[in-house]
């Protein structure tokens, strides 16, 4: 089937406002995973869904960056009243489980740039 | 504090020729290694893997090698195709301590570009 999809793909928005980034996972991946790569650096681990269990927030780099996920499906991460550091590609991944024994590979979305003026 | 370091951002080969991608890491609790390729506009792909337990792992023309006592790993395309020219990105986990075992670390990249 399709891969992950995100959306929008690119998304600019003035200082202070508020943007919700959306991710549709690939069917049947129980895990999902957003992370963050600003311009020149790595990927940054944001936080990571897994079927029902409370989701691991422990990457959210303030408090105005929220994510939820509904079931095994979509998710979306919402950044409250955006500052210009905040600009960067923010990426999903999906998994069908994670953990032991095997490490279960993560499929990556196309990712939405967002730049906060 | 920089747990996964790709110390080259860029690489430049003759197509047909060796890559070598470099990769160290300071954690030593990271057991499970990856690396993804990522072309423009994409999500990064999985390429290859390597656990702790292996000191080399080979799929086709990519091979990635392992020296855990350096705490360094390296990713050799051979020969090198201009389709290979991408950003790679080294990852690890630390899977088998069971703690966080689903987050990978990534460095920044090394872009290559294969040249014809």
């Known amino acids: 089937g399709a891969g992950v999809s995100q959306s929008p793909s690119n998304k600019v928005t003035e200082k202070g406002k508020d943007v919700e980034l959306r991710c549709d996972p690939i069917?049947?991946?129980?895990?999902l995973y957003w992370y963050r790569q600003r311009l020149g650096q790595g990927l940054e681990f944001l936080i990571y869904?897994?079927?029902?269990?409370?989701?691991?927030k422990s990457g959210l780099p303030s408090d105005r960056f929220s994510a939820e996920r509904t079931g095994e499906s979509v998710s979306t991460l919402t950044i409250q009243r955006t500052q210009q550091e905040d600009s960067a590609v923010y990426l999903c991944?999906?998994?069908?489980?994670?953990?032991?024994?095997?490490?279960?590979?993560?499929?990556f979305g196309p990712g939405t740039r967002l730049t906060v003026l | 504090d920089q747990q996964v370091k790709q110390n080259s951002p860029s690489l430049s080969v003759q197509e047909g020729r060796i890559s070598i991608l470099n990769c160290d890491y300071t954690?030593?609790?990271?057991?499970?290694f990856l690396w993804y390729k990522k072309y423009p506009a994409e999500g990064p792909t999985f390429l290859i893997s390597?656990?702790?337990?292996?000191d080399k792992n080979e799929d086709g023309r990519f091979t990635v090698f392992l020296n855990k006592s350096a705490k360094h790993l390296s990713l050799h395309i051979v020969p090198s195709q201009p389709g290979d020219s991408a950003v790679y990105f080294c990852?690890?986990?630390?899977?088998?301590?069971?703690?966080?075992?689903?987050?990978?670390?990534f460095g920044k990249g090394t872009k290559l570009s294969v040249i014809p």
């Open positions: 069917s049947g991946h129980t895990a």
């Open positions: 954690n030593s609790m990271f057991d499970y």
């Open positions: 869904f897994q079927g029902n269990s409370a989701p691991d």
């Open positions: 990852a690890a986990s630390a899977q088998y301590s069971g703690a966080g075992s689903y987050q990978l670390t």
């Open positions: 991944a999906s998994s069908l489980t994670s953990g032991m024994p095997s490490y279960n590979e993560q499929f």
């Open positions: 390597i656990s702790s337990i292996k």
